[in-house]
């Protein structure tokens, strides 16, 4: 009964997940990625382990959002460099383009479908494996900061776990991906703090250049 609102969940929230340059919005949308995992999981594990989806999400949106904080992000990303005073972003940092990008995917994705792989996988969650794959590796290759490095990396452990959970129900595989997914999530906290506010150089006085 939930398989549809669901998997539209997932999918919208992979969409800002890659597109958004609000880094709390983007928080907001991992949140709700993990919950619809979360209800996905339901339907193929006990409880116990869809409460740890949530549980792990909850965790890596609190540091991260503790890191934005102490580093005085303010509302938006940083940019992705600066030099002589003028920031430089890349033609793929916009909003737009990548929102452009994220939908061209998604309809790509969409129209593949008959035709995705794993035949022996639930439709759903075939879509959503796929769905989360590709979403993180377009989040890869957009990526400017470290926080959207590590969103895209926890997209391709929660398509991993996703599949590997359908497929075999492992405890300790489990385990082991929920573990790595905070190891990635403390890393990316550190980085985050690390990289500090970015702010414009204070001219010399004097300095007629």
Do not use: N
Not at 9 to 31: E, N
Not at 84 to 111: D, H
């Amino acid at each position: 009964m939930l398989g549809i609102p669901v998997t539209l969940l997932i999918g919208f929230c992979a969409i800002v997940l890659v597109a958004a340059r609000d880094w709390r919005l983007v928080l907001a949308a991992l949140m709700a990625l993990y919950v619809g995992l979360a209800l996905l999981t339901v339907s193929i594990l006990p409880p116990e382990w869809a409460l740890l989806r949530v549980v792990v999400g909850g965790l890596i949106a609190i540091m991260w959002y503790l890191s934005a904080q102490r580093a005085s992000w303010g509302g938006r990303f940083l940019p992705f460099q600066q030099q002589g005073g003028v920031q430089a972003r890349p033609l793929a940092s916009t909003t737009l383009f990548r929102t452009l990008l994220a939908i061209t995917l998604a309809a790509a994705l969409l129209i593949a479908r008959p035709r995705l792989p794993i035949p022996t996988v639930d439709p759903d969650i075939r879509l959503v494996f796929t769905w989360l794959a590709a979403f993180g590796l377009l989040g890869l290759a957009l990526g400017e900061e470290a926080m959207q490095s590590g969103l895209a990396l926890l997209m391709w452990i929660a398509a991993t776990q996703l599949l590997l959970s359908s497929l075999e129900r492992d405890p300790l595989l489990i385990w082991f991906l929920s573990s790595t997914e905070l190891l990635i999530g403390l890393a990316i906290a550190y980085l985050i703090v690390a990289r500090g506010p970015q702010k414009r150089p204070t001219p010399v006085k004097g300095d007629t250049h």
